[in-house]
């Protein structure tokens, strides 16, 4: 089931019909659905795609001389390429006059039986590929090594490529799209404990209600997502036991450096630097309140990116042993399924709430043009208590600045909860125009409505709209 992508199969088909080369690089974790995408952009185009295999030189150049003597027309007997060298030339000769894509996927798999293959595209590209039709793809799973070593400035690759293409993970709205037998409700919390992998959403059973699937897929030994966030770690990294004692830590509340430290036992100048590593490869990242230097500040908070990552190491990896033994479920009935719902509220509906207004944002349908939203916490002077803004996102220019809260629970929202939300604009001064959104997962009160009515700029949101808006 392929949905969304259209701005990567819009910048993909521009880049194509464009006749001359081009290579593209698209990289991004595994599973996020960069082969699906490929495969998608290339179905009514002619094309070769080869994905590399974990093997030696020998067996790779055997399956890319059968994938390119197929196109070609060519009998499988007519031998393999003797090397990267001599296959890549006999690409250049084919595509001078004639326009097709060559797609290879998992670029890293052939990279690392041969180092030297990054400088034989270099040369290729400089002396053949620039004086033919050719449109290569580049694709990889291994994010730091595609930064790195393909697009990096100390690769001989550098300054080679015409595009690049980051795939993330969809965002609530796009996963819902893979989720059409779910309420509106159920697609936030699929969001929540799936987060935003193709290939992930692809495995709900449309048959089963949601806790059901939840405990299907990560609650019993058997289940697809019950191993999967270690799996995919052992494929990258060296030392995942480190990496799971740090991610389990952030998981579960540790969010600063010196308390990631404290809670796996390690020095800081040791946590910080398998913290990198996991920033690298896009599953953390460092998160400021609005509008503080990153460069100065001392509020940053290390966050867990992919709401799958945090779901499984909040509540999968501490109970392995127990699920491993046949007590998952009874396990995730007990102490999971039953306080979900903060779980749900305080991550991914946030989250989705500030997908929602990048989308308005873009569709130029907010009332002003917002940078991308973000949210701010610190203290307020006055109570001496800790304050958050759910949502911040200013158009400094103009000096206008727009701050929203999220409210994931069952109650009606009530004036009280909006006037609140309206009393924290105090905390970001320096603007002229302050707008409000007020989202809640429930209706609002008779009440408040009839206040969004009588303020201008006040607009209350609830789930069934956000949805309804798409």
Known sequence: MFVSRETELNALEKLYNIEKFQMVVMYGRRRVGKTTLIKEFVKDK????????????KLNMQI?????????????????????YDALLFIAEKARTRRFILAIDEFAYIVETNRSVKSIFQNIIDHEFLNTKLYLILCGSQIGFMESEVLGYKSPLFGRRTAQFLINGFDCFDAAKMLPFASNEDKVRYYACVGGTPHYLAYINKNLNFEENILELFFQPQGYLCSEATMLLKQELREPAMYNSILAAIATGSSRLNEISTKIGENTSKTIKYIKTL????????????GDNPERSRKGIYVISDHFFRFWYRYVFLNRPAIESGLGILIAEDSVLAGLSSFVGRHAFEETCRQ???????????????TNPGLWWGNDPDTKT?????????????????????KWRNELTDVPDVKKLKSKARFVP?????????FSKSPFSAAAERMEKEIDDLELITLDMMFKWE
């Not at 490869?281 to 998160?287: A, D, S, T, V």
């Open 64 to 84: 890319f001389s059968k994938e390119v003597y197929a196109f070609f027309g060519l009998p499988e007997t007519t031998g393999t390429f003797a090397n990267w």
């Open 430 to 438: 320096g603007y002229e125009e302050y707008k409000f959104i007020f």
């Open 386 to 406: 800790n304050v958050d803004i759910d949502i911040v996102a200013d158009n400094k220019q103009k000096k206008k600045v727009l701050l929203g809260e999220c």
């Open 46 to 57: 002619p094309a070769i795609f080869f994905s590399a295999q974990e093997a030696n030189e």
């Open 279 to 290: 920033m690298d490869m896009r599953i953390l990242h460092r998160l400021l309140p609005f």
């Open 356 to 370: 929602y207004i990048i989308r308005r944002n873009k569709e130029k349908t907010l009332p002003f043009v917002v």
